[in-house]
């Protein structure tokens, strides 16, 4: 469960069908420190909101049930009214409106719906909200392209290992043997890209879980993909990996500042 902060109070958002479904019971505290249901059925007995809500569920949802609707629509704002999220669920069959139990529960309803009802409680409250789902949409969006480099950062290791595979380990070696040396050459282009192998990074770091390359910027994920293919062709041509090693530092660095002169942006790892 994810979960934005306005205004010191934190407002749990929970995924359901790939769309954000946000706390109505945290929002709802902004207009009370005692129970919250209280405060949602008042919002939900009022005509505007009873009328928004059957649309979004008429544009939203092919199982909606207006006919059930219908029984009810005239009675909002009558003292004797009363309508719950539990209520309104049952009776129309809606999916705007979730209510979840045990921990983290509540009443959730998709973003359109919690907007509404957060302008209802407060415009300062609606603004707040929207940009702070601003920002965690671009967060999202970077860690899914960061994701992305280091997916392509794993495809070209495996070009990479085949051709430590292909062209530096005899047959007659052991497991051991072999491993030490795919481990040799990853920390050698550890030390092109990063300045330090695999193991000074974890002594740096103990309180990090993961390696130096699950820490790594998109634009590191970037050069080091490039890296390893290059070094996979270096190997084909049977340079030793001395010289490889310094071949690939200065393409690193080349890759590097030619990245900075274009100003192209850096996401680091959401691992930090």
Do not use: C
């Not at 129970?35 to 939900?44: C, D, G, L």
């Not at 949802?61 to 004797?80: C, L, M, Q, R, V």
């Not at 909200?129 to 950062?153: A, D, M, N, P, V």
């Amino acid at each position: 469960m994810k979960n934005i902060v306005v205004k010191d109070k934190i407002i749990n958002i929970t995924g359901v069908n790939d769309d954000d479904y946000v706390s109505l019971t945290d929002i709802a505290r902004f207009k009370t420190d005692g129970e919250t249901n209280p405060v949602i059925a008042n919002w939900m007995r009022k005509v505007d909101t009873l009328e928004f809500l059957k649309l979004w569920e008429q544009i939203n949802n092919i199982n909606f049930k207006p006919t059930d609707f219908e029984g009810f629509k005239s009675k909002p704002g009558e003292n004797a009214f009363t309508i719950s999220p539990k209520k309104w669920i049952e009776l129309t069959n809606a999916i705007g409106i979730r209510v979840k139990s045990g921990k983290n529960g509540g009443t959730f309803a998709h973003r359109d719906i919690a907007l509404e009802f957060a302008s209802w409680i407060s415009a300062e409250v609606k603004l707040y909200i929207i940009k702070e789902f601003q920002r965690l949409k671009i967060e999202e969006s970077e860690q899914i392209e960061w994701q992305g480099k280091r997916l392509l950062t794993k495809i070209n290791y495996l070009i990479h290992t085949d051709a430590i595979k292909t062209y530096l380990i005899p047959i007659e070696l052991t497991d051991a043997q072999k491993s030490f040396i795919y481990a040799s050459e990853a920390d050698m282009l550890n030390v092109a890209l990063f300045g330090m192998r695999a193991k000074e990074w974890q002594d740096n770091n103990p309180d990090k879980n993961g390696n130096i390359r699950d820490y790594a910027s998109t634009i590191e994920l970037a050069i080091l993909s490039n890296l390893e293919y290059h070094n996979s062709l270096l190997i084909k041509d049977g340079i030793n990996q001395k010289e490889r090693l310094i071949v690939l530092n200065k393409e690193a660095n080349r890759e590097k500042e030619l990245f900075n002169k274009n100003n192209v942006k850096v996401i680091e790892s959401k691992n930090e």
